[in-house]
């Protein structure tokens, strides 16, 4: 069973705007509205492959509600806590007919420490029939170092394998507490350490965090190849050429959601990347966070090269 957490849930509604020009009025409804959040993506992507998966999450107020309801419309499987306090957040996507991506996403409301609890002692009765967890999503205002750090070390302690998709000190955080696969972009790891996604510098945040129990940390690049280093390997993966690419918002959650499948398959690692990258690519040619078609996931299999480097 794949457990899936998104604490700072939101309503994401995108619009496509062909022509698309700062300083315009453009009046339209959006041409998908659905419940979002790194985590909710990840979600949507793994419950085209299985049903044993469940994704759980914090909402609030009337969005928290809007959220629960978009979630059983699209019949993703879940165990949302809600609180009548606070406000979940709407997050707005423009795209153009470049693929260029406008994002205003609201931070969302604060969390209270009493909910976070409830919330984490609720999820905690779950855990134990789950094999893995994906912590995925931007945090939410009242969580704090505490809740990430107790999260990770209950889940390295009862053997659930983690998969870390977060920022800033958290992502240190998690990593300090014995996650096991990290997956951020090249933004997000500069970010981090400071250092270009040179697979140098990929290797040296390996080995720092090798001895805290982390096994694979993979960092993708957009269009440009992606570096993974696994068990003391490094891999490039190289994605095919997208000629219909639409938008890439929500495309590292579908890499996310591939990647923790394909493993516990336990496939071998090129495999592993291999179906990541065409979940990435599935998603870059459809409009909304998360979606793609098999298809297309077909086709772009056969077009990720994946190439092993060293042993380290």
Request: aromatic share 10%; glycine share 8%; charged share 30%.
């Amino acid at each position: 069973m794949i457990g899936i957490l998104n604490i700072n849930m939101a309503v994401d509604k995108t619009f496509y705007i062909p022509d698309f020009k700062k300083g315009l009025t453009f009046r339209k409804n959006p041409d998908i509205s659905i419940a979002g959040g790194k985590g909710v993506n990840v979600a949507r992507v793994i419950k085209n492959f299985t049903n044993d998966y469940m994704l759980f999450g914090l909402s609030m107020g009337f969005q928290g509600k809007n959220i629960i309801k978009k979630l059983k419309e699209e019949k993703i499987k879940n165990k949302i806590f809600w609180d009548k306090n606070g406000e979940s957040r709407v997050c707005i996507t423009i795209v153009d007919k470049h693929g260029i991506s406008t994002d205003l996403n609201e931070e969302g409301g604060e969390a209270k420490g009493a909910v976070l609890k409830k919330m984490f002692s609720t999820i905690k009765k779950s855990l134990k029939k789950y094999d893995r967890i994906c912590v995925s999503g931007r945090t939410i205002k009242g969580a704090d170092e505490k809740f990430y750090k107790e999260l990770v070390s209950y889940c390295s302690k009862n053997k659930i394998e983690s998969y870390i998709d977060i920022t800033g000190k958290f992502l240190e955080v998690c990593m300090l507490s014995g996650a096991d696969n990290v997956k951020i972009n090249a933004y997000e790891f500069e970010e981090f350490c400071g250092m270009k996604s040179r697979l140098k510098n990929i290797k040296k945040i390996y080995f720092k965090y090798r001895t805290k129990g982390l096994k694979r940390l993979v960092i993708t690049d957009k269009e440009n190849p992606a570096f993974a280093v696994i068990d003391n390997v490094a891999y490039e993966i190289i994605p095919p050429k997208i000629k219909n690419f639409v938008s890439g918002v929500g495309a590292g959650d579908s890499f996310m959601a591939g990647f923790i499948y394909s493993i516990s398959l336990n496939k071998n690692i090129t495999d592993v990347l291999r179906f990541a990258t065409a979940c990435a690519c599935s998603d870059c040619v459809s409009l909304g966070a998360g979606i793609i078609n098999k298809n297309d996931l077909n086709y772009f299999s056969g077009k990720v090269y994946v190439k092993k480097l060293e042993d380290l």
